[in-house]
């Protein structure tokens, strides 16, 4: 999950109405718990007195939360063999793809494994930023700054601008003013500008940055401190012109202060980026109604700067033990077909699901009845989370809201809405109208070791990964049944 950006590249919405209202009507008749019995059972038999389809309540109790784990151990062994990421288009991604299309194979689905081109990025050094002035305090990359995914390399020199910088700055605030173009016009040509983070893409302000002729951009976060620096993507490497980086609160203050004493800085960054493939994997049940498809997905690939076991480890390891109960208690056949997506280049701006879904027709969209992503299922210290249906698209999300909700009130276990904006592969889906849902369990105000080298299995609260676990097998279990026929 990248949460440091707020919208990933857009696709023109094409919305059903028709088929989301149907799903709404479904899904509150799923939830319905002074429904009487069915009347009329599918495949998946008929639903409990208390309006829970049976395959709900087997899938949650049969998928086994030592078995996540394992799954997990897996993805550890196989990451750290290929020297400690699953980065889009690197070999350790490369190798879990293979392994999770293996174990979908061996449960007896449809395997697809589908290539994308994707960004790959490397920075090549530490880089250089320096403050020209006596005295100035000492600047380390990567302790104090870093290169924002996708930045060009670039070397220049210029005077410091900070623009609209609040020293006072809460750790999570996100008030930067670089977001709104008029706040650029009094940016002289050839500065290095200093802001801070806005509500909106980084992208955003690079351009901005770039039209009023910025020599370099960096984004100083009230929230970091020495060690802390994450990278923020800049989604597409098109376009791009001038060296981005990303910084501490120490390192910002710094800068900051130079600005306002009319010192220049020297900036030093060596970049690649190149295209590389890598694979989406997308499964299916080989049986059930293929008008009414349920999709279960969750990103393969970690941040090119640590292993990603809590992101998105922990949602490849559900999903992939919710897909093989699944078809063990269904053998394959449940009333609407169910569609297992791993995907790639999440990290660095919902590649894989962009091509996914950039590449459907009306009738492969149409034909999605729900979409239910899995990613960051257990920060230590985190909360039970689904995602809230007020900031998305489709009138049936709220439905779906409900289910996820349910499914963790079916173990006696509360949750609460999150609204995480575009920064999951829910975000093309739900441009297109297909009604999304997902579970997250993030720690507030943030995971600690998001997108670092510490997201290692220490990173990961297993008793909430086994709730997790358990929410999506009985909503996936739910949906799967198919629309569900009440006496009056």
Same mark, same amino acid.
């Given at each position: 999950m990248d949460r440091r950006r707020s919208r990933a590249r857009g696709v023109t919405p094409a919305r059903s109405p028709a088929r989301a209202w149907v799903l709404v009507a479904t899904v509150a008749l799923l939830l319905a718990g002074c429904a009487a019995p069915e009347v009329?059972?599918?495949?998946?038999?008929?639903?409990?007195?208390?309006?829970?389809?049976?395959?709900?309540?087997? !899938?949650?109790?049969?998928?086994?939360?030592?078995?996540?784990?394992?799954?997990?151990d897996r993805l550890v062994e196989i990451t750290a063999q290929h020297g400690g990421t699953r980065a889009a288009g690197s070999d350790g991604y490369a190798a879990a793809a293979e392994w999770v299309a293996g174990e979908l194979r061996d449960a007896g689905y #449809?395997?697809?494994?589908?290539? &994308?081109? &994707?960004?790959?990025?490397?920075?090549?050094?530490?880089? *250089?930023?320096?403050? /020209?002035?006596?005295?100035?305090?000492?600047?380390?990359?990567? %302790?104090?700054?870093?290169?924002?995914?996708?930045?060009?390399?670039?070397?220049?020199?210029?005077? !410091?601008y900070a623009l609209?910088?609040?020293?006072?700055?809460?750790?999570?605030? %996100?008030?930067?003013v670089g977001c709104d173009a008029s706040a650029w016009a009094g940016v002289p040509a050839g500065a290095i500008v200093l802001v801070q983070p806005g509500p909106c893409w980084n992208r955003t302000m690079v351009e901005h940055?770039?039209?009023?002729?910025?020599?370099?951009?960096?984004?100083?976060?009230?929230?970091?401190?020495?060690?802390?620096?994450?990278?923020?993507?800049?989604?597409?490497?098109?376009?791009?012109?001038?060296? &981005? *980086?990303?910084?501490?609160?120490?390192? +910002? !203050?710094?800068?900051?202060?130079?600005?306002?004493? +009319?010192?220049?800085?020297?900036?030093?960054?060596?970049?690649?980026?190149?295209?590389?493939?890598?694979?989406?994997?997308?499964?299916?049940?080989?049986? +059930?109604?293929?008008?009414?498809v349920v999709m279960l997905g969750a990103h393969l690939d970690s941040s090119i700067d640590g292993p990603g076991i809590n992101d998105n480890g922990t949602g490849v390891a559900v999903a992939l033990e919710v897909a093989r109960q699944l078809a063990a208690l269904t053998h394959g056949q449940p009333a609407w077909k169910v569609r297992v997506a791993f995907w790639?280049?999440? #990290? @660095?701006?919902?590649?894989?699901?962009?091509? @996914?879904?950039?590449?459907?027709?009306?009738?492969?969209?149409?034909s999605i009845a729900a979409y239910l992503n899995l990613d960051m299922l257990a920060s230590p210290g985190g909360t039970r989370q689904v995602y809230d249906a007020a900031t998305l698209s489709s009138p049936a999300s709220?439905?779906?809201?409900?289910? /996820?909700?349910?499914?963790? #009130?079916?173990?006696? !276990?509360?949750?609460?809405p999150v609204d995480i904006a575009g920064a999951s592969d829910h975000y093309l889906f739900d441009q297109l109208g297909v009604p999304v849902g997902g579970i997250i369990a993030e720690a507030a105000p943030g995971d600690a070791c998001y997108h670092l080298a510490c997201d290692t299995t220490d990173n990961v609260d297993a008793a909430l990964l086994g709730q997790a676990a358990r929410a999506a097998a009985w909503a996936t279990g739910a949906l799967a049944s198919g629309r569900t026929e009440l006496a009056p």
């Open positions: 009329s059972p599918g495949p998946s038999g008929a639903a409990t007195p208390s309006g829970a389809p049976p395959l709900a309540v087997s !899938l949650r109790d049969a998928v086994d939360p030592a078995a996540v784990l394992a799954d997990l #449809e395997v697809t494994p589908t290539p &994308v081109s &994707v960004p790959w990025f490397t920075q090549n050094s530490p880089g *250089l930023l320096e403050i /020209l002035a006596p005295g100035a305090p000492a600047l380390e990359g990567p %302790r104090d700054f870093k290169a924002m995914l996708l930045s060009p390399p670039g070397e220049v020199t210029g005077p !410091l609209g910088f609040d020293p006072e700055a809460a750790p999570d605030a %996100r008030s930067g940055a770039q039209y009023a002729g910025a020599a370099a951009l960096i984004s100083a976060n009230p929230g970091w401190g020495p060690g802390q620096v994450l990278r923020p993507t800049l989604i597409d490497p098109q376009g791009l012109v001038i060296p &981005v *980086l990303a910084a501490t609160r120490d390192a +910002g !203050l710094a800068l900051a202060e130079a600005a306002r004493a +009319g010192q220049e800085a020297h900036i030093r960054l060596s970049t690649t980026t190149v295209r590389r493939q890598s694979d989406n994997v997308v499964a299916q049940t080989r049986g +059930g109604d293929g008008g009414r790639t280049g999440e #990290e @660095y701006g919902l590649w894989g699901s962009a091509d @996914y879904t950039g590449s459907l027709v009306d009738a492969d969209r149409g709220a439905a779906l809201q409900r289910l /996820l909700a349910k499914a963790f #009130e079916a173990d006696g !276990l509360d949750s609460e």
